[in-house]
């Protein structure tokens, strides 16, 4: 006796329940692409933000203020140390457009001083600095966070600085004021400004 053959059922889910599952799927698929979507635009704008924070630290002008200790960067005078007499953010109309500061420094400090040496050579060897003043761009200098307790808006006068022979008198008044400092530093009452002074007349070692 022979037996009809009968249709093998198909493997899988029913017909009815195949739509489902495929529609299951695609919103499965399509949370997944708008979750890497929105975590690929947080990632941009992230990059962007740190970019843009980083590009404005680079641009902006270091903080500058009268009195503030500053590393000169380019020129003749890099790496002396010098003080901010005065600061024109905005420039001005004649050659400077730019943001540049007036500065007062040491060219040449005071020679190397020991306790064996006699009150008469130690201040021979301390009345040895050359000083120098320069406009200079406020890019061009490194702010330190030292202030010293030297009011050289007085002593540095800005119609003197046009002429080469009151340039030198200005400089000859700074070298006096610089070595009265600097004999005595510890006449300065405020820890701050005393620190400050002593920073300032040490010789940067690079």
């Given amino acids: ?12 889910p029913a017909p009815a329940t195949r739509g489902i ?77 730019f943001s540049h500061c007036l500065i007062a420094g040491i060219a040449r400090g005071p020679r190397k001083v020991t306790r064996g040496m006699s009150k008469t050579t130690v201040e021979k060897r301390s009345r040895t600095m050359k000083p120098f003043v320069k406009y200079v761009n406020v890019r061009h200098v490194f702010p330190t966070r030292y202030v010293v307790d030297m009011d050289l808006k007085k ?30 530093q510890k006449d300065v009452t405020s820890e701050k400004k005393a620190t400050g002074s002593n920073y300032f007349f040490q010789k940067l070692r690079f």
């Fill in 1 to 12: 006796r022979t037996w009809p053959l009968t249709p093998m059922r198909p493997m899988g």
């Fill in 21 to 97: 599952v495929h529609v299951s799927a695609l919103g499965v698929c399509s949370a997944l692409l708008q979750r890497v979507i929105l975590l690929i635009f947080l990632l941009r704008v992230v990059a962007h933000w740190s970019l843009t924070s980083l590009m404005s630290i680079l641009l902006s002008s270091p903080s500058t203020e009268s009195g503030k200790v500053v590393i000169v960067l380019a020129g003749r005078h890099a790496g002396k140390k010098a003080v901010v007499v005065k600061t024109f953010d905005d420039g001005n109309d004649d050659d400077k457009r």
């Fill in 155 to 184: 002593a540095v006068d800005e119609a003197d600085l046009a002429s080469a022979e009151r340039k030198v008198d200005v400089k000859k008044g700074l070298k006096k004021i610089f070595e009265d400092k600097y004999l005595n």
